[in-house]
């Protein structure tokens, strides 16, 4: 868990509380630190953090609820009771058994039953008509195999792409024996049939959409948010060719392969958004990523090809190279980013490119359009202002800055930061002081903080 996160977890819970949030001392990050030595910095700001908020929550009765803990190791930065009578208490739910600690009780609910498990096949799978004996058995077959909810609709989405009821069945249940006969883990086997989402027509287009789209829109913290569908077109239709575009019939546009993607249950739809709907769907991307299969070689090849380098061995090394590559090559299709008015005339109706471009900047490591068209920009700074709020607009900027501040290296560069620093400064300062806020004491006090640490 990153400091970012966790304080932004801690805010939560202050919220729901109704809670005055404490102040806490940001680790200060220098850019000579070693890893091992802003690891400790964090560790050790995570811990004060951590003790303001046993203390704030102290003789308070109340219940915190941990939902699809994946991760033992962030339970422990959650549990504020910091006494033996303490009337705090974590409910987690997990499918992990046992390491929460000697005193953790567990209530054990089991998995669906074959009937609630069926049910939920067949609603996934958008079929009304009453199932025949034979489906019956097939139906039971397949969610015993499956086990996961997760598991059980993605199973559903893909009933509901074929036409022959009865054959869809058989050839499913055929695909699960096989696909979860020689695996050792749950999570392997999910991989496994996530894979067989893409054995039709255009499955590898839609393959290297999905991957696209989980690597890219979602941060190194796992954090998934829902992204406009105009956001997420830019990525796609840089990928597609023009073989893809024939076979999925997106010669008008490439929405249809979020829908397409959406229906198969890989991805979340709220309107006009989408994020990845199962932290499973982002593991089986990163799997992707990091192996030597053909699909892998294939991929970097398509995206050496759109970056425009002719072998996909030169211009992509390895997964991270290839991460950099895929945000570098969304930040191409904002042509007019650096144009002065430019941030005037977006639209964006809730907000994702001022909360979330500057990530992508990062990501694709072009720290001088960061500096210059974005951090610089009083328009850009306005909407996110109005996106974010004050105080909110006021920490995205500082983080911004700091991680501007650890990518530079040479002696040009640090004096880019400087300047950016300097100038951005000014226009934060002279924004707080347009807009009469009763939160200005604390924009203040941020700003204060933040240079305190920098120079100290």
Excluded at 142 to 161: D, E, H, Q, Y
Excluded at 321 to 340: G, R, T
Excluded at 400 to 426: C, G, H, N, P, Y
């Amino acid at each position: 868990m990153t400091y970012a996160i966790y304080i932004e977890y801690l805010e939560s819970i202050c919220n729901q509380l109704g809670l005055e949030l404490p102040t806490f001392n940001e680790p200060i990050i220098l850019a000579a630190d070693s890893h091992s030595i802003r690891n400790r910095k964090v560790q050790i700001a995570m811990e004060d953090a951590k003790a303001s908020m046993c203390r704030l929550l102290s003789n308070r009765h109340f219940l915190i609820v941990l939902d699809d803990v994946w991760n033992r190791s962030a339970v422990p930065w959650l549990n504020f009771s910091n006494r033996l009578g303490s009337h705090l208490r974590l409910l987690l739910s997990t499918r992990l058994r046992g390491g929460f600690g000697e005193n953790a009780k567990t209530i054990d609910i089991g998995t669906l039953s074959l009937q609630e498990a069926t049910t939920l096949l067949i609603r996934e799978s958008g079929q009304d008509a009453a199932l025949t004996s034979d489906e019956e058995m097939l139906a039971a077959e397949i969610v015993t195999k499956c086990s996961l909810p997760v598991a059980i609709c993605i199973a559903g989405r893909m009933l509901a792409s074929s036409c022959n009821r009865q054959e869809a069945f058989q050839k499913l249940a055929s695909e699960m024996s096989e696909a979860f006969a020689h695996q050792i883990d749950s999570q392997s086997s999910m991989f496994d049939l996530t894979d067989r989402c893409f054995a039709g027509p255009a499955g590898e287009a839609l393959k290297v959409s999905f991957v696209a789209f989980s690597v890219v829109f979602t941060t190194n913290e796992g954090k998934r948010t829902f992204v406009p569908g105009a956001v997420a077109m830019k990525l796609i239709d840089a990928l597609m060719l023009p073989e893809d575009r024939r076979e999925i019939g997106c010669a008008k546009g490439t929405f249809v392969v979020l829908q397409q993607l959406s229906d198969m249950g890989l991805l979340e739809r709220q309107g006009n958004t989408f994020k990845v709907r199962h932290d499973t769907g982002q593991e089986y991307s990163k799997q992707i990523m990091k192996n030597k299969t053909d699909l892998a070689t294939l991929f970097k090849k398509r995206v050496g090809q759109v970056a425009g380098r002719s072998q996909a061995s030169k211009s992509v090394k390895n997964a991270v190279n290839l991460i950099s590559m895929l945000h570098l090559i969304l930040i191409k299709q904002f042509p007019d980013i650096s144009v002065e008015n430019y941030w005037e005339t977006v639209v964006d109706d809730i907000g994702y490119l001022f909360v979330r471009l500057p990530w992508h900047v990062i990501c694709a490591s072009q720290s001088h359009l960061l500096a210059r068209s974005i951090l610089c920009s009083p328009l850009f700074l306005s909407r996110r202002i109005e996106v974010m709020g004050m105080l909110g607009c006021i920490k995205a900027h500082l983080h911004d800055i700091e991680v501007l501040d650890q990518m530079a290296r040479e002696e040009k560069e640090k004096k880019i930061v400087q300047s950016t620093i300097d100038d951005s400064f000014e226009m934060i300062s002279d924004s707080i002081k347009e807009r009469a806020s009763p939160d200005n004491g604390r924009a203040y006090t941020m700003l204060a903080q933040h240079f305190q640490h920098r120079f100290r």
